[in-house]
């Protein structure tokens, strides 16, 4: 009796340990959205909410949407979810969306790729920026033969068509949904997450705890945010606008030392440190830095050189190229969609703005470097615009301007005065019409 009793426990020790035979019983599904270009940020993004879904054993369906982004990030990313014991459901999602370049990379990577109807996926070859937003392909054998093994590799591991995965890279091949799924390069197209939900019921895959049986039907859904932090970081390292914050920065840092008083100094600190922490150190080009280090010592220079001249032309100019090489550091895995906006960005922005800074702020000093008029003050006729009394201020208007004056004799409001004498921004006045002894 008591060796049945053992068979019958190693039998059924065996059964439980048949490969899909474990049950996901998720409490939740928590949609975590990945928009926008993939950056160190995106990563930590992910990160956070694998984290949020491991503490409360979710799953978590990934909302792609992305024209690419850093490969670096981009490889951190899946390596996180790759390594974490929560299952993650990639969903190209609503239609019109995309998942190119980085978030190709991403989505095959996931445990179940979806797909909404009208999304599209590729475009995959690595590209370096160019310092004028253009990028240059990058055609060395060892990268493209690495990043396809490492794709390829992926869609084995997850049963996905791996031809397919090699032309994404090698022919930039791009696949709608409904052709991704006829190449089986995904398992799933979903109108709505709803729609998705009830698809992965039952569904079995593979993650790092092991086989798994999904059960969804009965699962709540949650919509996970970001922390503060990641949000905010997130936001900043959008590398066309962490690009537009260093520049007007530096711009407003510029004006705020030529022209005090205004608060440029202030702002253009805080969008410079803004934008770098948007660029992170590695994503500024060193000579650019070398040009707008240059550039702002001219600058400064022509404030103690009459005139504006080559040192403020020079310090202009400086400035100018200077920002134009501010280019985000690659590898990247970009769309030419995002390309066509980065260009624009670097060639139009920095002109603009810097003309912009830099002709007011030399308006300004002019201004302010010129004398106060006082040719044909004295002696000019100009009307009270108070009741004077001997000894005390009062003020006069003179050539549409309000000056203040002092006087030995009574003077009504409106009465005609005469100019004697002037002592810095004070008149002497006498009256010309009527006097009150």
Known sequence: MLHCRRLLICF???????????VAETPNLMIVTLEGSISPMSYELVNEALDSASASGSLIILIINTPGGNLDATFNIIEAIEQSDVPVIGYVFPAGSKAWSAGTYILLSTNVAAMAPHTILGSAQPVLMDPLGGAVPVEDPKVLNALEAFLVEKAH?????????????LENLNLSAEEAIESGVIEIIASSIDELIEMLDGTEIDTAEGPLTLKTLDAEIVQWS???RVTVLQFLSEPVLSYLLFIIGIYALIFGVTSPGYGGEVLGAILVILGIIGLGITGVNFGAIILL????????????????????????FSMLVGGMLMIPAGP??????WLNTLRMTILFVPPIVGS???????KILKARQLQPFIKGVVGGVGESVDDLSPNQLGFVLYQGEYWKVKTRFSIKRGAKVKI??????????????????
């Not at 990247?332 to 969609?337: A, G, K, M, R, T």
């Open 12 to 22: 059924i020790s065996l059964f439980l340990f048949i490969p899909g035979f474990a």
């Open 157 to 169: 591991m997850h049963g996905r068509n791996e031809t397919a995965s090699r032309l994404f890279i």
């Open 226 to 228: 970001p922390s503060l």
């Open 293 to 316: 280090g240059i550039g702002t010592i001219l600058l400064l220079a022509e404030l103690f050189t009459p005139g504006f001249g080559i040192l403020g032309g020079g310090g202009l």
């Open 332 to 337: 990247w895995v970009v769309s030419q969609e």
């Open 356 to 362: 912009f800074f830099i002709f007011a702020a030399y």
């Open 420 to 437: 004697l004498k002037r002592d810095g921004m004070l008149l002497t006045v006498e009256p010309i019409e009527e006097t009150v002894e």
